[in-house]
């Protein structure tokens, strides 16, 4: 059952590495603890805003056509392993690049009626081919090396806002909203193709990967198993009831029919994904924002049952625990999440998300979290002149259930951890980034990951990946 057997490792797990990546992440929230206690003086003659992409968009015309280009290299040296198995995170040195490409295309009928069209294209990959990490270093990486390199339709939506006041305040457009001006109440339904995390679970610090955190459970939060296909995409409908100070949105979308699979279910009497999010933006601090997000999700089925696919395998039903021989159609699955960010001052943010669902029920659409807890802080620029610069650190710490961790231990496979076996431990990361925007939409980025007890196994890593993203803004 154990593979790739190696000699035993010649002591503890080292912490230097640790405190190496930890004085960094200090750094980081030295500059949000500094900008808590004075904001940055306006300067005394203000340059023109930086151009952030190639070419102008215009925030008038009906249509809107824009583009991005991302490209990510990561590596990683040796690390020790006293076992590994299929779904293993490597532990010899190794490297890869991922690109996405992505098209972006909308139209406005009319100021409250807009439909948007994006088409995309990935390839390469991502280290060890994606698996062994709950918390994934790329979050551009596709998962399955089967699903091919062809452009896709990633999203197609109509978007229809429904005005509940007269009173209206001015919003930035961007390629998922072509209104400029919006009522301060209103309900605003969207349905058709998307990636549930464009609208729920959004956060200033931790949620473009684009130009911020790299890793999985830092962009989103890791025990919110949200529906998608294989790809991050859904098929459904979103309702947003928007208040000055408050927000409700609910999502109604197809779930895949197989665990991190390429089709959806259609049917949704078996199968499909109830979302809802209370979003609060009370005033605790005088001219700070901050944001309070409330997030249940309930999944509806084909999983299986972790407790039920060990008590087979110890009555030698099965050879070794398949969580995939338990599943049950309608089966259901669910979770909680909190998602908060506070402004620090007008260029400082700290942030933060905590995560749960019930664990007996598989991982099924993004990646094997039970709970987990995320702290960071997010800085512009804008006090060295350079305003469009980005640079950020967080610790996350993610967990499984005890059901979860027994079909690990006896030699389970799940989507993306399976080592032959589990000495267990918490999954803990430290990632620090600095975005540099190099000119118009031409963006640079140093990324650096620290692992330790990669796939929750304590007699693995901890391991290091150093990481470079070159960001293109059409």
Do not use: C
Not at 190 to 213: A, C, E, I, M, T
Not at 410 to 425: K, P, R
């Amino acid at each position: 059952m154990l593979m790739n057997q190696t000699s035993p490792r010649p002591g503890f797990i080292g912490h230097s590495p640790l405190r190496r990546h930890a004085s960094l992440i200090l750094l980081v929230l030295f500059l949000a603890v500094r900008g808590f206690a004075q904001d940055a003086p306006p300067p005394e003659a203000p340059a023109p805003n930086p151009k952030a992409t190639f070419f102008e968009h215009s925030q008038t015309s009906k249509w809107w056509f824009s583009g991005q280009a991302n490209f990510v290299f990561q590596a990683h040296g040796d690390f020790y392993a006293q076992y590994s198995g299929p779904n293993s995170l490597k532990n010899y040195g190794e490297h890869a690049t991922s690109r996405v490409l992505t098209f972006f295309s909308g139209y406005e009928f009319t100021p409250n009626t807009m439909a948007y069209l994006n088409v995309e294209e990935s390839g390469w990959g991502g280290i060890s081919g994606a698996v062994g990490l709950a918390g994934f270093v790329n979050l551009d990486v596709v998962r399955n090396p089967t699903i091919g390199s062809a452009p896709y339709i990633a999203r197609l939506m109509f978007q229809q806002i429904i005005p509940l006041s007269k009173e209206k305040i001015e919003v930035e457009r961007t390629p998922f909203s072509l209104a400029t001006q919006v009522p301060v109440r209103r309900l605003d339904i969207r349905f058709g193709k998307f990636s549930l995390p464009d609208f729920f679970d959004l956060n200033v610090g931790g949620s473009d990967s684009h130009y911020q955190f790299l890793n999985w459970v830092i962009a989103n939060n890791g025990a919110w198993d949200y529906a998608a296909d294989t790809r991050g995409y859904t098929i459904g409908a979103i309702f947003d009831y928007e208040d000055r100070n408050w927000g409700l949105r609910f999502a109604e979308v197809l779930m895949p029919k197989v665990a991190n699979g390429q089709n959806l279910d259609a049917n949704v009497a078996r199968a499909r994904a109830e979302n809802i999010e209370l979003e609060l933006r009370p005033k605790f601090f005088k001219n700070k924002d901050t944001t309070v997000r409330l997030l249940n999700y309930v999944n509806h089925a084909n999983m299986g049952d972790y407790q039920e696919a060990v008590r087979l395998y110890l009555n030698h039903v099965t050879p070794t625990p398949d969580v995939t021989a338990t599943r049950k159609q309608g089966t259901v699955k669910y979770g909680f999440g909190i998602n908060f960010e506070q402004e620090v001052s007008s260029d400082v943010w700290a942030f933060g998300r905590w995560g749960w669902n019930e664990g007996q029920h598989e991982s099924f659409a993004y990646t094997e979290v039970n709970g987990g807890l995320l702290l960071g802080t997010y800085v512009k620029g804008t006090r060295w002149h350079r305003s469009l610069d980005r640079a950020g650190a967080a610790f996350v710490s993610s967990g499984i259930s005890r059901a979860h961790q027994a079909y690990l231990a006896n030699g389970g496979l799940g989507f993306i951890l399976g080592d032959g076996g589990l000495t267990y431990g918490r999954e803990t990361i430290e990632e620090a980034f600095y975005t540099v925007h190099i000119w118009r939409g031409a963006f640079f980025a140093f990324d650096l990951q620290h692992v330790n007890n990669p796939g929750y196994n304590q007699v693995r890593g901890p391991v290091t990946v150093p990481g470079l993203r070159l960001h293109l803004e059409f």
